[in-house]
């Protein structure tokens, strides 16, 4: 058992500060190192403070995107949450959730590899280390937040396994549990969810396998123990509980595509100029805001955008 | 009574002032103001609408003034729900609203009820009711029709319909139904339940009748 109690959570004002008390604390013990070696005892005294905090050995201390827009609430980004695993109702899933045990875990990753292994979340952290990314999160349903998470590159993953040269595709599953996940029972959709990446995409170096946010463990409502984060997709593409990754050769169906094949495609591309057949995608509210932002093309993440050069994002939606 | 009204009315409204300035709002604050001034406006409207059938079937002509009050309320909290769509949603962007309207159209309806009880309200001074004389009548039955364009509205917007929702719905059914003219004799039978006491034949006519 390693569930987190709400109140060991650092509330998000706490995580900020504290982020900025390491990058001084960094600046500091830069400049005593740049100072030079009459100091050099300190900087290990100092170093201590930070190694307490979750690994955010890549931070960036920043309170805000590249963009500058500020991160959502810690509250919102683990009481508003889309997993019909549980339930579909997004302000009910964190109640839902909460006896949901996601240790021990085992994550399978095989297919067409070199070397298909399984591993603990504790194998995965050891053997790659973690970094903060600061992503914004468009959900197809027309909302958006900025969340700071923690996670390994998922390229680095695969490069571990070896794709082989027939691999073309990846495909990932969440966990299949309908004695724990009462939306399993509840909801007749072809479970478990499914979702698929072409090979670049999921190489490409901003796809994250995510294993925090805030610098904490996921909670089971934000896909505990690991998830995956693909910022330019639409939400449901970031699959939750990961149990399997597989490399395969055709491009997989994913849980959207086999409910409703006229809905969502397997890109999924946020795409301010392809509406939803139900809905307009040209602005978002982002979650804590008044009024609406416009939605940018691949979200924001415009060096994606040679992964699809010479197709049609209106036909591949 | 009156008094009673204006309280009663406020109070939904205090009570979301008070939660937006405590933070007390969900974490999806444009949908919980947008959803409980909606609500607020049906309710109030759906009270407005069965004080006529009160009076009727009691006699308590002391609470008639309350389907005008209950009625400008309803307009007021509605007031407020379209503010909130077109202002906190949509940020009153021209482009958007357009777009949101078209994919949600059961927002026509409740614009439709709207415009009703704007008319209405425009309609309600003193000086209006005595000017229009009996076409005021006619005019201010509409707000059945609101009545039943709101409930059309409330259903269609929500995701599942549930019982509150029926029963609401059920409520709105019978209001509209005492005014079809077979429901007058009804009135007439219970109000003489209600009065069994004093046969109205030998006693002084009272001031309705």
Redesign the interface.
């Known amino acids: 058992m390693n569930r987190i109690d709400p109140s060991e959570i650092t509330p998000e004002h706490i995580y900020l500060s504290r982020r900025s008390f390491m990058v001084g604390v960094a600046a500091t013990a830069g400049a005593a190192v740049l100072a030079g070696c009459e100091v050099g005892g300190d900087t290990g005294t100092s170093g201590e403070g930070a190694s307490t905090t979750v690994g955010t050995p890549g931070s960036t201390g920043a309170a805000t995107d590249e963009l500058g827009q500020g991160l959502t609430s810690y509250e919102a980004v683990t009481t508003y949450n889309n997993f019909y695993e549980f339930t579909v109702d997004k302000e009910e899933v964190a109640e839902k959730a909460a006896d949901f045990v996601s240790t021990p875990w085992t994550l399978e990753v095989g297919g067409l590899v070199d070397s298909p292994r399984t591993f603990t979340i504790a194998d995965l952290l050891a053997l790659l280390p973690e970094e903060e990314r600061i992503y914004r999160m468009r959900c197809v349903e027309g909302w958006s937040m900025v969340i700071p998470w923690l996670g390994i590159p998922l390229g680095a993953l695969l490069e571990m396994v070896g794709p082989t040269s027939e691999a073309r595709f990846v495909r990932f599953q969440s966990i299949d549990d309908p004695e724990h996940l009462p939306g399993q029972k509840k909801y007749s959709y072809d479970w478990p969810y499914i979702e698929g990446l072409r090979l670049d995409e999921a190489t490409h170096d901003l796809t994250l396998l995510s294993t925090g946010l805030y610098g904490k463990r996921l909670l089971p409502q934000n896909g505990a123990p690991i998830r995956l984060v693909v910022p330019w997709k639409y939400g449901f593409k970031s699959i939750k509980s990961i149990v399997k990754i597989e490399l395969v050769r055709e491009m997989p169906v994913s849980f959207w595509m086999a409910s409703s094949p006229r809905e969502y495609g397997f890109y999924a591309n946020v795409n301010p100029t392809v509406d939803h057949p139900r809905w307009s995608q040209k602005a978002e509210r982002r979650i804590g805001e008044f009024g609406r932002r416009d939605t940018l093309m691949f979200n924001g993440y415009d060096e994606v955008a040679s992964l699809y050069e010479g197709m049609d994002l209106r036909k591949d939606f | 009574m009156r008094t009673g009204g204006h309280v009663g009315a406020l109070v939904p409204g205090l009570l979301l002032a008070w939660d937006a300035a405590t933070g007390g709002l ?5 949908k919980e103001l947008t959803q409980r001034t909606g609500k607020d406006a049906f309710v109030l409207l759906v009270l407005s609408l069965a004080v006529g059938p009160i009076v009727r079937i009691t006699g308590l002509r002391t609470v008639a003034p309350l389907a005008r009050i209950l009625g400008l309320y309803a307009f007021g909290y509605a007031t407020l729900h379209l503010l909130a769509f077109v ?7 021209g ?2 609203i357009v ?2 309207v078209l ?1 949600k159209r059961f927002a026509l309806i409740g614009l439709t009820a709207f415009l009703i009880l704007l008319v209405l309200t425009a309609t309600s001074t003193r000086a209006r009711v005595r000017r229009l004389g009996p076409i005021w009548k006619r005019i201010h039955r509409l707000a059945y029709l609101a009545g039943a364009f709101a409930t059309l509205h409330y259903l269609w917007a929500v995701k599942t319909i549930t019982r509150e929702q029926l029963a609401w719905a059920g409520v709105v059914g019978v209001l509209l139904a005492l005014r079809l003219p077979e429901a007058a004799g009804l009135f007439v039978l219970t109000r003489r339940k209600l009065t069994r006491e004093r046969p109205p034949r030998d006693g002084p006519p009272t001031a309705e009748s």
């Open positions: 969900s974490v999806d604050p444009v202002g906190l949603d949509f940020g009153f962007r482009d958007l777009d949101g994919e």
